[in-house]
């Protein structure tokens, strides 16, 4: 099963697509409207207004995920490089089941309790050294009270990473402004702890700016988890020259060591991990800009376009089909690109053709419905269901 899935996860490659002209495919592909939130796997029925955990991982409610976005957050507070214990019960003799990264980390607070502790639930942030080994494991458990802290958010621009689409989100004034290729982590048996850690963080800005290690450079850095970063797609020096082959090409699947890789080429609107960073970065509300991220659950599933959604090519020899009709990957002589459906996509003389690696449009329907497939039987992120520990 995780070889087929790790296949089936490639192909999400495809599905980073970048904006067209029609507003409904300003998304390449969407997640389906559904009612799972991020709290699931919870066996307490909270229900908290504008809350992270408590809001469906649905885009098409516009209003309630800015409202998610813009609300305040319960964190350790805590130096952001340092991590604190989830304890099974209120008692720190008891098993510690989870790691929380300070000051970036949102908690679910379930009930403060009158002996000093407060009950919580979250995604464990455990990484290779940490003290307890739960990687990305959904855990409920206490914390000392007083050790805890909320914090307000930035109110104009909120981030969501949907493992799912692997896909980031960009908000902005209460709408979503675009959309953006991603690889999120890919775990393996020797290193459970690649897996991108799912829940509600702020973007803590250090002025990183770089991430090197040895010839591999990641650009535009922003730290939002102790080790964890959202930065540029990396790329390797040679000579002088920045070569992203090897990484870019993997965008739109799981690809990374836990950090968030964007894409470096701007889409149709403008938009890449540089511009991204500069707003960001000069931003005039001070409050740091909230990211989520959305775990790929069980059940989950992505949208099937309609057949009549536009797709384009270049009559002339063009091999890729595209997404948008002006796409800056086909010399200007060829533009604007010609017109064709989903719905032909299959049919001769579109039948041969790949997508776009630059504006990446929607990929086949075979290749969607069994990505939906596989999260109808699985969930991919779950990485204690594979790691024997």
């Given amino acids: 099963m995780r070889k087929a899935l790790a296949l089936i996860m490639a192909g999400l490659l495809l599905l980073s697509g970048a904006a067209a002209a ?11 409207v559904t009612d799972i939130t991020p709290a699931a796997r919870s066996e307490y029925e909270a229900d908290h207004e504008g809350c992270y955990w408590c809001t469906p991982m649905d885009l098409s409610d516009e209003a309630a995920v800015w409202k998610m976005l813009t609300a305040p957050m319960t964190v350790v507070n ?12 209120p008692d720190e003799n008891s098993e510690a089941v989870g790691m929380i990264t300070g000051s970036s980390q949102g908690v679910h607070v379930l009930e403060e309790l009158k002996d000093g ?5 979250t995604y464990s942030t455990s990484f290779h050294d940490s003290k307890v080994k739960n990687f990305n494991g959904f855990v409920t458990g206490y914390i000392r009270s007083d050790k805890l802290k909320t914090v307000k958010v930035n109110q104009k621009y909120g981030i969501i990473i949907d493992k799912l689409t692997q896909r980031l989100y960009f908000y902005m004034d209460g709408h979503l402004e675009t959309s953006l290729a991603v690889s999120t982590g890919l775990y393996n048996s020797k290193q459970p702890y690649n897996e991108s850690r799912s829940g509600e963080y702020i973007i803590i800005y250090t002025k990183t700016g770089a991430l090197i290690d040895g010839n591999m450079h990641c650009d535009y850095a922003l730290r939002f988890n102790a080790a964890d970063y959202l930065h540029e797609v990396p790329y390797i020096l040679q000579n002088g020259e920045k070569n992203y082959k090897g990484y870019e090409s993997k965008l739109g699947s799981r690809a990374s060591h836990g950090c968030i890789r964007v894409q470096m080429k701007k889409n149709a609107q403008g938009y890449n991990m540089r511009e991204l960073s500069k707003l960001i970065k000069n931003r005039k509300d001070k409050n740091c800009v909230k990211l989520v991220v959305w775990e ?3 059940g989950r599933q992505v949208k099937i376009p309609e057949d009549d959604t536009p797709l384009y090519y270049n009559p002339n020899k063009g091999t890729y089909y595209h997404a948008v009709a002006n796409c800056a990957s086909v010399k200007k002589k060829f533009l604007p690109l010609k017109a064709f459906t989903f719905g032909e996509l299959e049919d001769e003389g579109f039948r041969k053709l790949t997508a776009c690696p630059y504006c990446q449009p929607t990929p086949r329907r075979a290749v969607l419905e069994e990505i939906n497939q596989v999260h ?6 779950d990485v204690m269901s594979y790691w024997p520990h």
């Fill in 117 to 121: 502790w407060t009950k919580i639930e």
């Fill in 78 to 89: 805590a130096d952001m490089m340092k991590q604190t214990v989830c304890y099974a019960e």
């Fill in 22 to 32: 029609a507003e409904d495919f300003l998304l390449g592909v969407e997640p389906e």
């Fill in 296 to 298: 790929d659950y069980q």
């Fill in 376 to 381: 109808m039987e699985s969930s991919p992120g």
